[in-house]
């Protein structure tokens, strides 16, 4: 699946990067490159959603990164 | 011949459980015994006797103090052995009482330096559970990123845990986040140093199942919760969730469940209405986040499956554990926010109620849930049952008070695990609903002339203008809205504020205005007419016991004036309803 949304550093733990979508719908990236650690940067993400995946952040659906595109 | 043998076995068992229970009043400590000598008595005798005994235990019985010669109260020096004597003795008749002087102590501090930062600990009364047990005894899982042995769990007991990302024995934690949650539960406490744990004399399982990303598998979760439950955990801890429903994790945790393990989880953080998974299975406690304020914190799951709400912190105020910097690999005291930091509360007070000997992972639930506080307007379930309370909860737990109500037992598990919903049997005031519709069949009896009564038109606005179908109120769907419920749980006054969920009323729908559009509208219809009829009855019923029960009008205060409103505007319905039906009456 492709999502549009906005890098953001959510404040749980030591800190975890989300995909937040405009409707503020917010995915947990997983496997994502260290291109993508910046916060406030609108991209383009195609990947699929883990659901067999739990974490210890629990923000939103699993987006597991496949490939990406800044905007 | 079986049955005999079964009788027998049951007077036994009866027999033995009675010589060994312990009356409450054994249980405190005392080194003296007081005596109350009566009015009546003389002087004279009183010296007498207190000599007698002075030579007899070989000490001075003497006054309390010296307020005590009025009252005639001395102390005697001795233990059980010594006050079973007294009792036995002359004295007794010469006595008021003959008792044990126990002794009070001050609730406990510790001396971590950095107690005082935790506000999370006032929050959940945790000094006065510690005067009883630290948990000693009971084995908690932490199902996490793994822990490792920071300065600060240095004391802090552990037993084996597992690796079941890298499958190694060691469950070292290369993230933080476990470590962290380890200490809320049992870091290393009176030790000079750091921060306080909440059952810190508990072990500790490690059980890395998350990696260094913070997320991990649901095939690996569930094989640590049957690690955990085959390697004598009593209390498993699950500061995570996502993913979908499960067939694997729910076998292995019923497993754990059925072998007596008590499953506790986060609801998650995305701020919605429904609990994450693992938290929502029936046989996990969902715990939500409060702030230092003891508001929900702003991430917090809430609604459908929360059981209890305990400290998870929020920017204003986190909760402070030692734990490992990933980057670093060093130790560090870190400030945490999350329903991952309110779920290992509630497993460290579960640890200390354990360790008062409770071990059906049901009854834990029981007593943590009723010994929580109670939040008084909790429309959208952020509670559950209330706030941690680790101190009532312990002396709950140690009065072995716990009524069970099956019935509401089994409509929680068969509810929520079957049909997808779940109730809060405390989200409705019962008896004020109640009295608003017989209250409203009580008016309708009273015009019974003229009124037809077993019409489903005028039953129906009786019921909708009074109470609504009010226990809808308390059913929650798992990821659906919950204000649906609320407005088919609404009567016609609470219209106003169903989408908000909270419990003041709107001036203008708790009034005579809606049954007065309902009968003008309908007036001309010769079956819908009796349910505008009913409505302004029960709307009558509605505001008259609300007005003495709970007057809570917006913008006209929860005082004397929101009352008078309510009260004119209930004799403004009932005599619409009077006038409406005597109109009806005259046309037929």
Sequence with gaps: MKVIGKMEMKGFGFGVWALVMDDGTTYELKNYPPELEEEGIKVEVEGKIRDDVMTMAMIGKVLEVESFKKL | MKRLMLLCLFILGLGFALFNFKGLAQQGEFDSIILDFKEEVPIATISEEIKQLSSKYNQQVHLNSIFSISDRVYIVEGDKKTLKELRRSPLKEDTEYIEANYLYHALEVPNDPEYSKQWNFR???????????????????????????????????FVKGYDFVNDKDDAGDDQGHGTHVAGTIAQSTNNGYGVAGIAYKANIMPLKVLAASGGGTIADIAESIKFAADNGADVINMSLGGGGASSMMEEAIKYAHDKGVVIIAAAGNENRNSSSYPARYPDVISVSAIDSAGAKAPYSNFGAGVDISAPGGSEAGKIIQNTVN????????????????????????????????????DEVRDILKQSSRKVQEDHLNHFGSGNLDAGAAVELALKGKITFNDFFRWLR?????????WIDGGAVALLPKLGMVLGSYLLAWFLRNYLPMMTLGLNGGLIFGSSGLFFLQGLYWFDLPQWPMRLAGSSIPELGSVVLGNSSLNPLFASVLIPFGLIILLMGNPSLKWFAIGSSIGVAACLGITAFTDPNVWLLGTGTFAQGYLLVNAFLCLGLAFLASQKEMLQT
């Design chain 2, 413 to 421: 598990k068969s509810g929520y695990l079957n049909l997808g919903f």
């Design chain 2, 123 to 157: 929050n959940i009364n945790v000094e006065k559970a510690w005067d009883e047990t630290k948990g000693e005894g009971i084995t908690v899982a932490v199902i996490d990123t793994g822990v490792s042995k920071v300065p600060d769990l240095k004391l802090t007991k």
């Design chain 2, 326 to 361: 990933p980057r670093t690999g060093e130790s560090v005291f870190a400030g945490f926010q999350g329903t991952s930091m309110a779920a290992p509360h509630v497993a460290g007070v579960a640890a200390l109620v354990r360790s008062t000997g409770i071990d059906n992972p």
